[in-house]
């Protein structure tokens, strides 16, 4: 049962979370039909009418195997930010601010996500240990991981520290793209169920250029 101070709270969260897929919207320049697109898909998904999308139901969007791995990355990409009442499901704004987001990441920011999921003590590198576990749960989402996990850390550790830092675990994503195929295929699972792939891209590389084009204009003006 929801105490007083949860009920007084829920309005002010639900500004906020309108406030900001509202600026989401207006910073992607999504349209009114983009936006309608992702209403229908949001009333698709959220099979129990509860007008929110809880973790199984976001994880059945993405066509993801329900495991542990699969609910703390999850939780990272999406609802550890995006759940902003922090209920464990996302309401219409939680789900189109997340969206906005994660549609729009480029590869090496959601191998970066998936680096943290791994980085389990936040040292900023992956040891011997973690690196099991990241093993396992690729081989768990259907994806053959190439040889001994412990020969993989010492031949792309090139400072020779005995664990993997970010810059070298992208190494062994350029070496081996198809070993973390199927975590990427998560993120577009989600572009292709909601605007598509394309309409993604479209919207992220009309985003950076307007981007772009701000900087160029304001660094003219300091001339």
């Given amino acids: 049962m929801a105490s007083s101070h949860d009920a007084a709270a829920a309005p002010v969260l639900r500004e906020k979370s309108a406030g900001f897929a509202a ?14 697109s992702l209403r229908s898909f949001f009333r698709r998904t959220d099979s129990d009418r509860s007008g929110k999308i809880s973790v199984p139901e976001f994880i059945d969007l993405i066509g993801a195997k329900d495991s542990s791995f699969v609910r703390v990355l999850i939780d990272l990409m999406v609802f550890e930010w995006a759940d902003l009442d922090a209920d464990d499901q996302l309401n219409f704004d939680e789900l189109l601010l997340a969206a906005c987001v994660v549609c729009t990441l480029n590869e090496n920011e959601l191998m970066h996500v998936l680096f943290k999921v791994f980085d389990a003590d936040r040292s900023g590198t992956v040891g011997h240990r973690e690196f099991a576990r990241l093993a396992s749960a690729i081989q768990d989402l259907g994806a053959m991981f190439p040889g001994n996990y412990m020969d993989f850390i010492d031949k792309f550790d090139g400072d020779g520290s005995g664990d993997v830092d970010f810059s070298e675990f992208l190494n062994i994503h350029r070496s081996f793209p198809m070993l973390f195929h199927p975590i990427l295929a998560l993120q577009d699972n989600f572009r292709k169920r909601t605007l598509g792939v394309e309409r993604w891209k479209a919207l992220n590389m009309a ?11 304001n660094s003219n003006l300091s001339l």
Avoid: F, H, P
Wanted: with cysteine; proline share 0%.
């Fill in 23 to 36: 600026a989401a919207v207006r910073l992607l320049k999504l349209s009114d039909g983009d936006c309608r």
């Fill in 207 to 217: 985003y950076v250029q307007s981007q772009a084009t701000g900087i160029r204009y």
